[in-house]
């Protein structure tokens, strides 16, 4: 081991959303002097305006941090954040293999939730140290005991010597410090072997092209090396390595058990695929490092303009996302009803959000999205097979033999006074129960298979509302499988509204079509003719209702006196009709196409 490697110490911070990640990185960050209090505008880790109103973490990053420990020694602690949010499992795991160990916070008045233990089974198959530390202590309703013992009982790791802390009130750092030099294992790796670095992040500077995060597993990089990207198959000279200090910090090297970045030449983030390795090209490592995966996108949708003059701009929205997001496709479609847009493909329904918000927000276009929809796998008379992940391109039932659906194991967890109603909408949502495990007394942890087209639509919303907040979920692609499939279509007055065309188990159809049939009666306002709403699987009706014909005129209600409320009305209706999509001769609301997908009673 080299003298570096001995004072080297590559960690991440383990939580649940809300238990003081952020906090207690700012805090680490502080402490060892890397910035001041000034400098940190806000938090460093999330540095997102999305992140941080939505208090999550999406992009993952490092910090370098020096810490001259107790025993007179300067040890470098290279920090490593994890996004924290089930759609983002596989780039945790890339971030959490960089790492040594791992820091478990815990929220000394909360307890465990079921997203943390998912990341915690994440380090330990990374044989990753898992330290514990209990959070929050300052708070009244603090019980580190309990909590303690939550952690020996459900994850199995000592914690009685946890240290108690508060990252907000500042106690206790020191130790949690200390804690990582003692705990986490220096990293090891032959520093003239030939090399390896795996690339956990990266992302996309417009000056300078992309900035890939590495971890040096074996070997050294250095500027003007010729490197490969071992599973894109790509070249890249290097221009520049160096470490995370405050901003990016040019070195002459990083070398085996380094936690730095690379800056290449590279022009985009498809070739710097996170959990890719890269190696010398003149002197290649025999293999790759393991673990490297293809994400694939489960969960697509439509997404429009609102006003169908701003394609383009939705174009290029979508390709300066893209660039600082390799996850994200999209390829231009129609649609009767909504014109020119997008089919974008997406990890998850979260990620889902964040994009639309970040067009809405940062580039200011208003969208319309179709209903999300998973994957399917369709196998045709024929016996050929293909993939179908917008419900319009699904061949007539006739040429169809099977189809299968993703199908993913979700472990709830839950107070126990919630129990039921949790296994009720499970049910209710096709799942099938696998186990229970009660985690103390009051508190229990739920494994059901549920199909996931059964959980992108509304199951987050339905599980808080049923809990109240309590439950926390997770959930892991497990495998697909035959299932009864149709395809549910809207007409309006006659037509059918491509864009409102989804797919779904024949059991629900019925109820499905009826309460979507409900929901569209109520956003669809009167028009001059009777509109009939049906919900069809094929040529077959399967529920029907009907939006009667307006009888007064908006002006009606103005009395005929007051001129200017008389325009204020007109004025409003005119804003209204611009929002408005023409489906045949009926006029449909945008929201109606959002508001079709919260169904839950
Ligand atoms: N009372 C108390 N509050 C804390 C402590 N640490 C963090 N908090 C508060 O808990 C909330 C969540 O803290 P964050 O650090 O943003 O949580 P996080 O785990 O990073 O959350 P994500 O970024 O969403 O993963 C904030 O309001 C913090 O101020 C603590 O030691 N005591």
Not at 63 to 91: C, M, Q, S, W
Not at 139 to 155: G, M, N, T, W
Not at 352 to 380: C, G, H, W
């Amino acid at each position: 081991m080299s003298d570096k490697q001995s004072r080297t110490r590559n960690f991440s911070i383990i939580a649940h959303i809300d238990h003081g990640k952020s906090t207690l990185a700012d805090r680490l960050i502080e402490d060892t002097g890397l910035m001041s209090k000034r400098d940190m505008s806000a938090q460093f880790l999330d540095n997102m305006d999305i992140e941080r109103e939505r208090g999550i973490t999406i992009k993952l990053q490092a910090v370098r941090l020096l810490y001259t420990a107790k025993d007179g020694i300067e040890y470098i602690l290279n920090l490593i954040d994890t996004p924290g949010h089930v759609d983002f499992t596989y780039e945790v795991s890339r971030s959490l293999a960089a790492c040594e160990g791992a820091l478990l916070i815990v929220d000394g008045s909360q307890g465990i939730e079921a997203q943390t233990i998912a990341n915690v089974y994440l380090a330990l198959d990374n044989d990753l140290e898992v330290i514990p530390i209990i959070n929050k202590i300052d708070l009244l309703s603090a019980d580190p005991q309990r909590v303690k013992d939550e952690i020996e009982h459900v994850i199995g790791i000592e914690a009685q010597n946890a240290p108690l802390i508060s990252a907000k009130a500042g106690i206790n750092i020191n130790e949690v410090l200390e804690t990582i030099v003692a705990r986490v294992p220096a990293p090891t790796g032959d520093v003239n072997g030939p090399l390896q670095a795996l690339i956990f992040d990266s992302y996309y500077d417009q000056y300078r092209g992309v900035i890939a995060s590495i971890r040096i597993v074996q070997g050294r990089i250095r500027k003007g090396m010729k490197i490969d990207m071992m599973a894109v198959g790509k070249s890249f000279d290097v221009d520049e390595v160096g470490v995370f200090a405050n901003g990016l910090l040019p070195v002459e090297e990083l070398t085996a058990g380094d936690v730095g970045y690379i800056n290449a030449g590279i022009k985009n983030v498809k070739d710097t695929r996170v959990g890719d390795t890269i190696t010398e090209t003149l002197n290649p490592a025999p293999e790759a490092l393991p673990g490297y995966k293809k994400v694939t996108s489960m969960v697509f949708c439509g997404i429009y303009p609102a006003d169908g003059s701003r394609f383009e701009d939705l174009k290029d929205a979508l390709s300066k996302l893209q660039l600082n997001d390799a996850s994200l496709l999209y390829e231009a479609e129609t649609s009767m009803a909504l014109g020119f847009g997008f089919r974008c493909g997406f990890l998850g329904l979260l990620h889902m959000e964040i994009i639309q918000e970040r067009i809405e927000r940062e580039f200011n276009i208003d969208l319309v999205t179709t209903a999300p929809s998973v994957i399917y796998k369709v196998i045709k008379t024929d016996g050929t097979e293909f993939w179908v992940d917008n419900p319009s391109n699904l061949p007539d039932p006739v040429e169809v033999k099977s189809m299968e659906e993703p199908i993913v194991d979700a472990s709830i967890m839950v107070p126990s006074e919630y129990l039921g109603a949790v296994m009720e909408l499970c049910q209710e949502r096709r799942g099938t129960y696998l186990t229970m495990d009660y985690v103390e007394e009051s508190r229990v942890i739920l494994k059901y298979e549920l199909p996931l087209n059964e959980i992108i639509y509304d199951f987050f919303d339905a599980l808080k509302s049923r809990t109240r907040g309590y439950a926390s979920f997770d959930y892991d692609i497990k495998e697909y499988r035959t299932s009864n499939l149709v395809k549910l279509d809207i007409l309006l007055n006659g037509e059918l509204v491509d864009a409102l065309s989804f797919i779904v188990h024949r059991d629900k159809a019925e109820g499905r079509g009826r309460l979507i049939a409900k929901k569209l009666k109520q956003e669809i306002p009167r028009q001059m003719f009777e509109i009939p709403v049906q919900a069809a699987i094929g040529n077959k009706v399967i529920a029907r209702e009907t939006i009667k014909a307006m009888r007064k005129d908006v002006l009606a209600k103005c009395y005929g006196g007051d001129i200017s409320r008389k325009h204020k009305l007109l004025e409003k209706q005119k804003a209204g009709k611009k929002r408005m999509r023409q489906v045949g001769n009926v006029e449909v609301p945008q929201e109606a196409f959002m508001a079709v997908l919260k169904l839950d009673s």
